[in-house]
């Protein structure tokens, strides 16, 4: 019975320690995209969420889309030519200098140098659907 007892006890802990690491490893991702969400207030003078930016093309559902094709954007030749598909790695390359991962684009940006930052930065806009 004592055994039995001591089994359960330690199934509890078990339990209850797995899911504090869950609990901590999710309060994580939260904090890197909220920070991500504030790097991405320098992105706003161009790039809008939820709509059509002023200057940039809208960032929703950038993941997996072939760069330059976003209907109603006006894109680069260079940009439109580069046969980019926009994953993490892609992404993370052209954010940290833009000009040298696609010469010729007409971004104005001169890049994210900081990788936490890209890291981010790219966390945020995977929300972004």
């Known amino acids: ?15 209850a320690a797995s899911g504090t690491t869950e609990t901590k490893q999710a309060d994580a991702i939260s904090a890197e995209i909220e920070q ?14 939820n709509a059509p930016g002023p200057v940039g ?9 072939k760069a330059g094709t ?7 030749r260079a940009l439109r030519n580069s046969n980019i598909v926009w994953n993490i790695d892609a992404l993370n390359t052209y954010l940290s200098d833009p000009q040298a991962a696609v010469p010729g684009n007409l971004m104005p940006f001169p890049g994210l ?3 936490e930052a890209r890291r981010e930065l790219l966390a945020f806009l995977r929300t972004l659907k």
């Open 1 to 15: 019975m004592k055994i039995r007892y001591l089994v359960l006890v330690v199934i509890a802990w078990l339990s």
């Open 36 to 49: 991500g969400r504030r790097i991405y207030a320098t992105c706003l003078a161009c790039h809008a969420v």
């Open 57 to 65: 093309p809208d960032l929703r559902g950038i993941f997996g889309r």
């Open 70 to 76: 976003l209907p109603g954007f006006r894109f680069s």
């Open 113 to 115: 140098p900081d990788k």
